[in-house]
């Protein structure tokens, strides 16, 4: 009897340890993904900026924001530092990407380990619920 419990004991610190690593690679997940669309408007908004840059008359008086200030700055070093932006926003939702994939790979994994020792003790769900309860 004694073997018993801590079998089942073990089993449910097991199942409480893959109940925290399923929320803490959901919250990554999300997160991370989180980063991916916030990356992804930054470069479309910047693109869309460009744009409009490019329509200008090259002699069009242009100013950077520096913080609570503008500066008076060429178009060519203003459209510079926006296609500069793009290309480091195109970096970040690369990673972003990556990250989610090994996050999601990670996820699925402990998601399958959580089925199976649900599987392997079926009585476990009962004992924990009744815990909770």
């Known amino acids: 009897m004694a073997a018993a419990e801590g079998l089942t004991q073990e089993r449910k610190e097991e199942f409480m340890a893959l109940q925290g690593q399923l929320i803490e690679q959901t919250n990554k997940l999300k997160q991370t993904q989180m980063q991916g669309r916030s990356a992804a408007a930054e470069k479309r908004r910047a693109e869309l900026t460009v744009q409009e840059l490019q329509a200008m008359p090259q002699e069009t008086k242009t100013?950077?924001?520096v913080g609570?200030?503008?500066?008076?700055?060429?178009?060519?070093?203003?459209?510079?530092?926006i296609v500069s932006r793009i290309a480091e926003c195109d970096a970040a939702i690369e990673q972003s990407?990556?990250?989610?994939?090994?996050?999601?790979?990670?996820?699925?994994?402990?998601?399958?380990?959580?089925?199976?020792?649900?599987?392997?003790?079926?009585?476990l769900v009962k004992q924990i619920t009744e815990q909770s309860a």
């Open 63 to 65: 100013f950077l924001n």
């Open 97 to 123: 990407k990556s990250k989610g994939d090994y996050f999601q790979k990670q996820l699925e994994e402990t998601e399958t380990s959580f089925r199976d020792l649900l599987s392997a003790t079926p009585g």
């Open 68 to 81: 609570k200030m503008y500066v008076l700055r060429p178009k060519t070093e203003i459209e510079e530092s």
